[in-house]
């Protein structure tokens, strides 16, 4: 079993960063294609980065340019750092890995086995 853990949430102002964690258990981490979604209050669950086991990014096109996807294979972590913080960017933020995702499918939370309990991000205005 794969399990996650996501850290780094918090309350902030617009305009701020935050960088969040999310650390995995398991010794195969560097195999895994690890993604950030979120979900805000009375939304869909929408798709934030992902960043595959060569270390390709991909982003969604709301926090392009001011979000940043990471992973530090020997820690089992990836971090989501986020800058320019936005009140639109309120959300519960989850984890979630995968053995095989292929690149088109990336932004596709069904194709996520593992999920983390998510962290809680608010941008105040």
């Known amino acids: 079993q794969v399990q996650l853990v996501e850290s780094g949430g918090g309350l902030v102002q617009a305009g701020a960063s935050l960088r969040l964690s999310c650390a995995a258990s398991?010794?195969?981490?560097?195999?895994?294609?690890m993604g950030w979604f979120r979900q805000a209050p009375g939304k869909e669950r929408e798709f934030v980065a992902a960043?595959?086991?060569?270390?390709?990014?991909y982003y969604a096109d709301s926090v392009k340019g001011r979000f940043t996807i990471s992973r530090d294979n020997a820690k089992n972590t990836v971090y989501l750092q986020m800058n320019s913080l936005k009140p639109e960017d309120t959300a519960v933020y989850s984890c979630?890995?995968?053995?095989?995702?292929?690149?088109?499918?990336?932004?596709?939370?069904?194709?996520?086995?593992?999920w983390g309990q998510g962290t809680q991000v608010t941008v105040s205005s």
């Open positions: 960043i595959s086991r060569n270390g390709y990014s």
């Open positions: 979630a890995a995968d053995y095989s995702v292929l690149s088109r499918d990336v932004a596709r939370g069904n194709k996520y086995n593992y």
């Open positions: 398991g010794r195969t981490f560097s195999s895994f294609t």
